[in-house]
Structure formats: structure tokens, C-alpha cells
């Protein structure tokens, strides 16, 4: 079936660094992805979606400059925080459709990365 | 405006009882309906669906949910709950009129007592 492998798992960084956080779709072409960002005990929230080729597309209340999205294969996606700071410290998931895959409609997740940024 | 809401945070079951994770669902068009489960520090894992058909949906692991159009309900059930059920389920709602996006809702974790 459609897998999604996000790197890293984990990551700690240093205030005011920038980490970078990949999203690929392993045997399958993704033309968009998702990424979320969940709190300890939230839900999931949409930050913005990725489109290959082209600029994303960010929900409201998330920067653009802070949280860069870059898209330039069919299997790869990124995340880049820039200038980290503590409150950055959260559980991001990305996922990506598939649509030769019906099990979930198309829609597979990553197994997330948790940023602490110290 | 699109919403999903599972009224409990926490659901406790005893094993081996059945359980329910509650989720109600707002669209403006039909909606694609969708559970999943989070284990600790991990993604996301597909556990069933309801696109169109038959209103009782089974999914992975023994679970199943059914859809309720007049009450906009999608609960989550199982017959005989193991600990190893134990995790997070979240809702989730694509309404088809509005493309690909998600709405997830809040979560629930649930427990299961040995």
C-alpha cells in the first residue's frame, strides 16, 4: 500500500536555528501534500498545503516566511522552520494522496516528527 | 463552515466490554467520513471509512462505525475492546464540496483496563 516516510522522527534544536523536515511519498506520485501541526493533546491542524511546482498554499494565521514549504519532485516534500523558538516546539505530520490507493480515499499519513526547540 | 466534534475527551472501558468513541460531523455537502488512530509520538493509521453504501462501515482491527445521516453521526464501535486499543482516535470529515481538506476533530483517547 501507499506509504509516506517522514524525516526526521525527532529533532532538538537550538533557538533561533532552522531545521527542515521531509515528507516523501515512497511508492507512489504525489502532486499535493499536506502538513499539520498538532499540540499535546489537540487535534491535528491544517498549516498549509503543498503543491508540486508551484507555491503552497497557507491556512490563515500561519506564516509563510516563518514556516517554508518547498515541493520540487512528485515524492518530496519540506518543511523548513525558520528561526526557531520555543513555541515551534510541536508534533508536525505531513500526508500526501494517493489516488490509486481507495483504502482511505487516497490519503495517507506520516508517522510525524517531534521539533523541541531549547 | 465544516466541523467535526467528539464530545469526549477520555472514554475508559473495562476488556473485553464494547466500546464507543462518539463523532458528529458538520458539511455543507456529502461527506467523506474517516477514523483514525494515534499512538504515542506516531503518525496516523487509516482505520475505516464511509464514502457512500451501506451505513455500518467495518475497518482494521475490529472496529466499525456507523453512519447516521439524520443525526450527523459517525460513531466508532467495537464489540470486545483489548487493551492494546488503548491510543487516541480522531475523527475526520472531507466534504466533498470544498475538495481535499480535512477537519479533524479533537480527539479521544480511550483506555482499556486490564
Known amino acids: 500500500g501507499a506509504v509516506v516516510s517522514q524525516h526526521p522522527s525527532w529533532v532538538i534544536c537550538k533557538s533561533g536555528t532552522s531545521v527542515k523536515i521531509e515528507c516523501r511519498s515512497l511508492d507512489f506520485q504525489a502532486t499535493t501534500m499536506f502538513w499539520y501541526r498538532q499540540f499535546p493533546k489537540q487535534s491535528l491542524m491544517l498549516m498549509a498545503t503543498s503543491n508540486e511546482g508551484s507555491k503552497a498554499t497557507y491556512e490563515q494565521g500561519v506564516e509563510k516566511d516563518k514556516f517554508l514549504i518547498n515541493h520540487a519532485s512528485l515524492t518530496l516534500s519540506t518543511l523548513t522552520v525558520t528561526s526557531a523558538h520555543p513555541e515551534d516546539s510541536s508534533f508536525y505530520i505531513c500526508?500526501?494522496?494517493?489516488?490509486?490507493?481507495?483504502?482511505?480515499?487516497?490519503?495517507?499519513f506520516g508517522s510525524g516528527t517531534r521539533l523541541t526547540v531549547v | 463552515a465544516q466541523s467535526v466534534a467528539q464530545p469526549e475527551d477520555q472514554v475508559n472501558v473495562a476488556e473485553g466490554n464494547p466500546l464507543t468513541v462518539k463523532c458528529t460531523y458538520s458539511?455543507?455537502?456529502?461527506?467523506?467520513l474517516f477514523w483514525y488512530v494515534q499512538y504515542p509520538n506516531r503518525g496516523l493509521q487509516f482505520l475505516l471509512k464511509y464514502i457512500t453504501g451501506d451505513n455500518l462501515v467495518k475497518g482494521s482491527y475490529g472496529f466499525e462505525a456507523e453512519f447516521n445521516k439524520s443525526q450527523t453521526s459517525f460513531h466508532l464501535k467495537k464489540p470486545s475492546a483489548l487493551v492494546s486499543d488503548s491510543a487516541l482516535y480522531f475523527c475526520?470529515?472531507?466534504?466533498?464540496?470544498?475538495?481535499?481538506?480535512?477537519?479533524f476533530g479533537t480527539g479521544t483517547s480511550l483506555t482499556v483496563i486490564p
Open positions: 475526520a470529515v472531507r466534504d466533498t464540496n470544498t475538495g481535499n481538506q480535512f477537519y
Open positions: 458539511v455543507s455537502g456529502n461527506p467523506y
Open positions: 500526508s500526501a494522496r494517493d489516488l490509486g490507493t481507495a483504502a482511505n480515499y487516497g490519503y495517507t
